[in-house]
């Protein structure tokens, strides 16, 4: 027969249990605060105000209208007036900037003389997401830009309109999702298996009481991780040439180059989840600790680092938590190098985050490891 006595003391007998858990007891009351601020926040499928070059080689009248027009529709903020069509070219290989406009020298004189004029739009559309909202506003760009101007002897009643906004898609011309998608879970494996594996792996040494053995040794901090870790590098390194090749004989992922920027960042990327695995590893007592805090740290690198949702679109406190991740930066490595070709030159910025990520985890699990058990 069912005792309320022997149940209560039982349910007590857990809440207390939970309490002294810390770790658990965080995740239980801060799990659904961060999913709810980042889903309520953080994610944006429209984009807008995304960053946009200008090369205005027209001294007409004509041409600052069309880029007040621009600016108006709320998908484009300018901020670089290139000098040359390769500042704009190095601009979009870079990702400094999402878009790239182009005004030729004869605009305005068409525009007035009722000829074929034309506005160049380059869009890097190695992600569509990003990039479909702003496209579409550019359709009704040229019936709206100069309507001030054309007046008068000027006006264009029942005509066509004054110009037209040729769109160039480069890097994924077709919008073709997969080479946006494939190259991006290089970082998401990698991290959800390395980041994991590694945690796991020393707290369950710390549960069955290996780590006694190891700790009485004279072994020093940084040779036990190089020894712990150097087994894994080798795994990431498969795991990630098995995605690549995947990549290109199932979905035809373009592989433009860029192999150097590539190997660097793939072989930062791949130490620095491990050491971070570690470093996980020396703050959980438990595998389900460890588990639980590979789990915190792998949301807001699926949400907030441009993989699942256009990181242009966050806002920029969520934007400025998305840079300090790791998958962040390996994922414009990625990207930058499969579709865009993309040197170290072009991804220092990525390369040097994900440097001091390693260098920054790595010497905090220095310091968290213990030669003698607490």
Do not use: C
């Not at 160039?168 to 980041?195: K, Q, W």
């Amino acid at each position: 027969m069912l005792s309320l006595s022997r149940a209560w003391a039982v349910m007590s007998k857990e809440f207390i249990q939970l309490t002294r858990d810390r770790l658990t007891y965080a995740m239980i009351l801060v799990m659904p605060i961060v999913q709810l601020l980042l889903f309520g926040y953080a994610i944006n499928s429209d984009p807008r105000s995304l960053p946009t070059a200008v090369l205005v080689q027209d001294q007409g009248v004509m041409a600052r209208p069309v880029l007040s027009a621009l600016t108006n529709t709320g998908y484009f903020r300018i901020t670089v007036a290139a000098n040359s069509q390769a500042e704009l070219d190095r601009a979009l290989a870079r990702g400094d900037v999402q878009f790239a406009v182009v005004i030729p020298a004869d605009f305005s004189r068409k525009v007035v003389r009722g000829q074929a004029a034309e506005i160049l739009v380059e869009a890097d559309a190695s992600d569509p997401s990003a990039v479909g909202g702003a496209v579409a506003a550019l359709a009704g760009l040229p019936g709206q830009a100069l309507a001030r101007e054309l007046t008068g002897p000027l006006a264009r009643t029942g005509r066509a309109p004054p110009f037209e906004v040729v769109v160039h898609r480069r890097y994924n011309p077709e919008n073709i999702t997969a080479f946006n998608v494939v190259p991006g879970l290089l970082g998401i494996i990698l991290s959800m298996t390395l980041v994991m594996m590694t945690a796991l792996g020393m707290a369950r040494e710390r549960e069955r009481g290996t780590m006694e053995a190891l700790l009485a040794t004279p072994v020093r901090p940084l040779e036990v991780m190089v020894g712990k870790l150097t087994p894994y590098v080798l795994v990431g390194v498969i795991q990630a040439a098995l995605i690549l090749v995947l990549a290109r004989l199932l979905f035809a992922v373009p592989m433009s180059g860029g192999w150097l920027a590539l190997s660097l960042g793939l072989l930062l990327f791949i130490v620095g989840s491990l050491a971070l695995g570690f470093l996980i590893s020396t703050v959980s007592r438990t595998q389900l600790q460890a588990m639980q805090m590979s789990f915190f740290y792998m949301m807001p690198s699926i949400l907030l680092s441009g993989f699942m949702f256009p990181f242009r679109g966050m806002p920029e406190w969520a934007q400025v938590i998305g840079t300090i991740i790791p998958v962040t930066h390996i994922l414009r490595v990625a990207r930058g190098s499969l579709l865009k070709g993309s040197g170290v030159m072009d991804s220092w910025p990525s390369l040097a985050a994900l440097a001091a990520f390693l260098l920054a985890v790595g010497t905090l699990a220095m310091i968290r490891y213990r030669t003698t058990l607490d």
